[in-house]
């Protein structure tokens, strides 16, 4: 973090914000149950997957999913922070269908 002339420290842009490829593999996870599943559906190693969602949760500091050897469910914080990566994910898949159509519509 930088500093401001009257001191306040504040954020540089984007610094410590998830990437939407960590939040759509988080949903992924989510709707699975877990790392194996969400793995096979993404064509991804399962150790890649739990990398991701190490790194998202370190980034939000906060534990997302309950997890034992049997079954993986979400924590409160993780219900919390599943309903905003959805969001995300739904207006990024949105803006890149917007621009498809529009090429297509410009191209055509």
């Not at 980034?59 to 979400?74: D, H, I, Q, S, T």
């Not at 498809?100 to 191209?107: E, I, M, T, Y």
Request: positive net charge; proline residues 5%.
């Amino acid at each position: 973090m930088k500093t401001t002339p009257v001191g306040k420290k504040h954020r540089q842009p984007l610094e410590g914000w998830p990437s939407v490829e960590d939040l759509f593999v988080f949903v992924t996870v989510a709707r699975n149950g877990g790392f194996a599943r969400a793995a096979l559906e993404l064509g991804l190693s399962p150790s890649y997957i739990s990398k991701r969602i190490a790194i998202l949760e370190k980034c939000l500091n906060a534990r997302l999913f309950f997890r034992n050897n049997r079954v993986m469910r979400l924590t409160p914080e993780g219900e919390n922070a599943l309903c905003g990566a959805m969001q995300v994910v739904s207006e990024m898949d949105g803006f890149v269908s917007r621009l498809d159509n529009q090429r297509g519509v410009l191209a055509g």
